[in-house]
C-alpha cells in the first residue's frame, strides 16, 4: 500500500507552536494538494502545487504554510496563527492532465 | 468561485431500497465532475466520474448541465455501501468538495 504517505498519524500542537506534517508520494504525480476535513463541513482546501517550487492558496490557507522543494514531497506546516488547528489532514495528489485525486490516510491533528 | 452542494448529511434506507445521494454545483464553463467514497477505516477514493459515464459497484451519476446537478444513483442499496460519499468538481485545478453524505444502509 504505498503511493503517498502521510506521517505522523496523530499529533498534538501546544499553544504557540508550529507543526509541520508530511506528505510524501512515489506516484511520480505533478500535483499535490491538502486539505483539511471536518465533521459536517467535507473537504476545504488549504494549498495546493502543480509543479515543483510553485503553490497556491486554496480557500482556507491563513495560518498554514507550505513548500515544494521536491516533486515527491509536499510538507505542511500548521503555524501558531492557526487558532482552530484541530482537525483531520489529507494530503492528495494526482497526475498531469487527469483529475483523479490519490489521498493519503491522513494525519489528526489536536490541540494539547 | 465553484461550489458543491450536497444538501443531505445523512441518508438511511434499508437494504434493497434505491438510494439517490444529490450533488448540485455552481460554475459557469465545463467542469469535470466526481463521486468520492470512503469506506470506513480506509482512505477516500474515487468511486467515478462524469466523463467515464461508467457504473461502479453499481452505482451511476448523470450529469445534467441543466440543473447543474450531479447525483449518485443505485438501484438497490447493500449494506456494503454504507460509506461517506463527497461530490467534487475540477475546474482550473482546483478541485472543490461537497459537505459530504453518511449512506447508512439498515439490514
Known amino acids: 500500500d504505498g503511493g503517498i504517505t502521510q506521517s505522523p498519524k496523530y499529533l498534538f500542537r501546544k499553544e504557540g507552536q508550529n507543526v509541520t506534517l508530511s506528505c510524501e508520494q512515489n506516484?511520480?504525480?505533478?500535483?499535490m494538494y491538502w486539505y483539511r476535513q471536518d465533521p459536517g463541513q467535507g473537504l476545504r482546501l488549504i494549498y495546493y502545487s502543480q509543479i515543483v517550487n510553485d503553490f497556491q492558496k486554496g480557500d482556507i490557507a491563513e495560518g498554514y504554510s507550505v513548500s515544494r522543494e521536491k516533486k515527491e514531497s509536499f510538507p505542511l506546516t500548521v503555524t501558531s496563527a492557526q487558532k482552530n488547528p484541530t482537525a483531520f489532514y489529507l494530503c492528495?495528489?494526482?497526475?498531469?492532465?487527469?483529475?483523479?485525486?490519490?489521498f493519503g490516510s491522513g494525519t489528526q491533528l489536536s490541540v494539547l | 468561485a465553484q461550489r458543491v452542494t450536497q444538501p443531505e448529511k445523512l441518508l438511511s434506507v434499508f437494504k434493497g431500497a434505491p438510494v439517490e445521494l444529490k450533488c448540485n454545483y455552481s460554475?459557469?464553463?465545463?467542469?469535470?465532475l466526481f463521486w468520492y467514497v470512503q469506506y470506513s477505516r480506509q482512505r477516500l477514493q474515487l468511486l467515478l466520474r462524469h466523463i467515464s459515464r461508467e457504473s461502479i459497484k453499481g452505482f451511476t451519476a448523470d450529469l445534467n448541465k441543466g440543473e447543474t446537478s450531479f447525483h449518485l444513483k443505485k438501484p438497490f442499496a447493500q449494506e456494503e455501501d454504507s460509506a461517506m460519499y463527497y461530490c467534487?468538481?475540477?475546474?482550473?485545478?482546483?478541485?472543490?468538495f461537497g459537505g459530504g453524505t453518511r449512506l447508512m444502509v439498515k439490514p
Open positions: 492528495a495528489s494526482r497526475p498531469r492532465g487527469d483529475g483523479k485525486l490519490f
Open positions: 460554475y459557469s464553463g465545463s467542469p469535470e
Open positions: 506516484l511520480n504525480h505533478d500535483a
Open positions: 467534487a468538481t475540477n475546474a482550473g485545478n482546483m478541485l472543490t
